[in-house]
C-alpha cells in the first residue's frame, strides 16, 4: 500500500513533527509511505516539496493580505486564524499520483486551498485528514477557546467571531464555514483525531455530520525516548543533583496558555506551606524566553533555552523528576508522551486530550483546571508523598502501550484498508 502525508511542513510545528513521526512508523511497519510538504527543512529523501515557484510565497502573503483587509486592515490575530483561500495543485505531483490513500495533516497558511482539496477529491482516491487542531470543523480558528458558535446552527455558526477586529453576522469567520460545509456535504472523507476529546468534538460539529470520524494518537518511537541514568544526564547537563527537579517546556517558556502563572502561583503556595521546598526544589525551564522567568519564582529557575533536537530533549526529560504541563488548551501534547516514555509522570490540567495521557495517582496527577491551589496540591504529593520511580515506570508502560510507532501505524494501516474497501460518493 502505498500512502503519502501531506502538511505545510516537514518538521516546524507539531502537527509536522507527528507526521514525519508517523512517516516513519508506517514505513517500518510494511506501509510505503512518502510525505509532501511545502517547506522542507530535513533531508529525508521521503520528503517530497512543491516544485520551486515563485507563487508558493505569493500564496502564502496573498492569503494573509485577504485576512489583513477582511478584518478592518487589521493585524490583530493575523496568524491564529486561517481561510483556506489559497493553495497549490498537488494532484499532478509524483507522491500523489503514486498513492492509494491520500492522507492530509496540518494543510493551512498557503499549502492548499478549497479548489485544490476539490481537485483531490476528483482524483477519486480516498482522503484521510488527521485533525492535529480544529480549524477543519471550525470557521477560521485552529483553537476556540471558550467559544462555541461553531456548534450553532449552520445558518448562524461562527458568526460574530471574536477572534476578528470586525465581528459581524456575515464575517470572514461565518463566509469560510459555509464553504467548509459546502465541501464536506459534497464529499466522504475519514477524519481522525489525535484524542479521544478532539474526535469527540468533531463528531458534535455540524460541518462533520455523517463523516466517519475515528480517534488514533500520535507514534512516538519508544525505543529512543526511553529512561536513562538520571545522575549522568545531570552533570552532563550541568544540573545539580541534590535538589527535586521539575521539568516545564514550552515553545515560548512566557506563553500564558502554557500556563507559567498557574505554576508560579503553586509553588509559592507550596513554599509556603513548606519552607524546605525553597532549598530541595528547582524548575528547569525549557522554550524561547525561558531567560526571563529566572527570579521569576519563589525556588530557583534553570533556564535551558529552546531545545531544537530531540536528543537534547530526551536528556532533560531523563534528568529530571517531574513534568509540570499546566498548559490551558492542548489536544494530545507531544511533550507529554515523550516524558513519559523516559519514565518521568506528569503533573497536567485536566484539559482537552490530558485526560486520556495520564491515569490520574498512577502514572502522574491531574488538576483541576485553573486551580492554583489544587496544582500546588499536586506537586506536593509528587515531590513528597509518592513513588516517582513506580510511577514513572506506570507512565512508561503507557506510552509504549498506547503510542508506540508499531501500535499506531497498525491502527492507521486499519483504517487505510477500510478506506479502500468503501466506495466513493
Not at 193 to 212: D, N, R, V
Not at 407 to 423: F, K, M, N, T
Request: charge should be positive; charged fraction near 25%.
Amino acid at each position: 500500500m502505498r500512502v503519502v502525508l501531506v502538511n505545510t511542513s516537514d518538521i516546524a510545528g507539531g502537527a509536522a513533527i507527528a507526521a514525519n513521526r508517523l512517516l516513519r512508523a508506517l514505513n517500518r511497519n510494511g506501509v510505503e509511505a512518502s510525505m509532501l510538504v511545502r517547506d522542507k527543512k530535513t533531508d529525508n529523501p521521503r520528503v517530497e516539496q512543491l516544485p520551486p515557484s515563485p507563487l508558493r510565497r505569493a500564496k502564502f502573503v496573498a492569503e494573509r493580505a485577504q485576512i489583513y483587509l477582511k478584518n478592518g486592515w487589521s493585524r490583530h490575530n493575523l496568524f491564529a486564524i486561517d481561510t483556506c483561500a489559497w493553495g497549490n495543485n498537488i494532484t499532478n505531483l509524483p507522491s500523489v499520483k503514486r498513492a492509494d490513500v491520500i492522507h492530509l495533516h496540518w494543510i493551512n497558511q498557503g499549502m492548499l486551498s478549497f479548489r485544490t482539496l476539490e481537485k483531490l477529491m476528483a482524483t477519486g482516491k480516498p482522503v484521510v485528514w488527521t485533525m492535529h487542531d480544529m480549524w477543519p470543523f471550525t470557521g477560521i480558528c485552529h483553537c476556540t477557546t471558550d467559544c462555541n458558535r461553531w456548534r450553532q446552527d449552520t445558518e448562524t455558526a461562527c458568526q460574530m467571531c471574536p477572534l476578528l477586529n470586525t465581528p459581524g453576522t456575515h464575517d470572514l469567520a461565518s463566509k469560510v464555514f459555509v464553504k467548509k460545509q459546502r465541501f464536506f456535504a459534497q464529499h466522504q472523507l475519514t477524519m481522525v483525531g489525535c484524542s479521544q476529546w478532539m474526535a469527540q468534538m468533531a463528531s458534535e460539529s455540524k460541518l462533520l455530520k455523517g463523516q466517519k470520524i475515528y480517534s488514533i494518537p500520535n507514534p512516538l518511537d519508544v525505543h529512543f525516548y526511553s529512561p536513562g541514568d538520571k545522575e549522568a544526564e545531570r552533570r552532563a547537563l550541568g544540573l545539580p543533583t541534590d535538589k527535586t527537579l521539575i521539568f516545564f517546556a514550552a515553545y515560548k517558556a512566557t506563553d500564558k496558555n502554557k500556563g507559567i502563572d498557574y505554576l508560579k502561583e503553586a509553588i509559592e503556595l507550596l513554599c509556603r506551606q513548606k519552607p524546605q521546598t525553597k532549598k530541595e526544589l528547582a524548575v528547569v525551564v525549557a522554550g524561547y524566553e525561558a531567560e526571563l522567568l529566572k527570579g521569576a519564582m519563589a525556588v530557583p529557575v534553570i533556564p535551558a533555552g529552546f531545545i531544537g533536537d530531540a536528543t537534547t530533549m530526551r536528556q532533560y526529560y531523563r534528568a529530571t523528576d517531574l513534568l509540570a504541563m499546566p498548559t490551558l488548551m492542548d489536544n494530545l501534547p507531544n511533550t507529554i508522551a515523550e516524558a513519559a516514555a523516559c519514565g518521568l509522570p506528569a503533573v497536567a490540567f485536566s484539559v482537552g486530550g490530558v485526560p486520556q495521557m495520564i491515569e490520574h495517582d498512577k502514572t502522574g496527577m491531574l488538576v483541576r483546571y485553573k486551580d492554583s491551589t489544587h496544582l500546588a496540591q499536586c506537586l506536593d504529593t509528587m515531590i513528597y508523598q509518592r513513588d516517582r520511580a513506580a510511577m514513572g515506570k506506570a507512565a512508561r508502560d503507557k506510552a509504549i502501550h498506547d503510542y508506540s510507532e508499531q501500535a499506531v501505524a497498525e491502527r492507521y494501516l486499519s483504517v487505510y484498508e477500510e478506506c479502500l474497501d468503501q466506495p466513493l460518493r
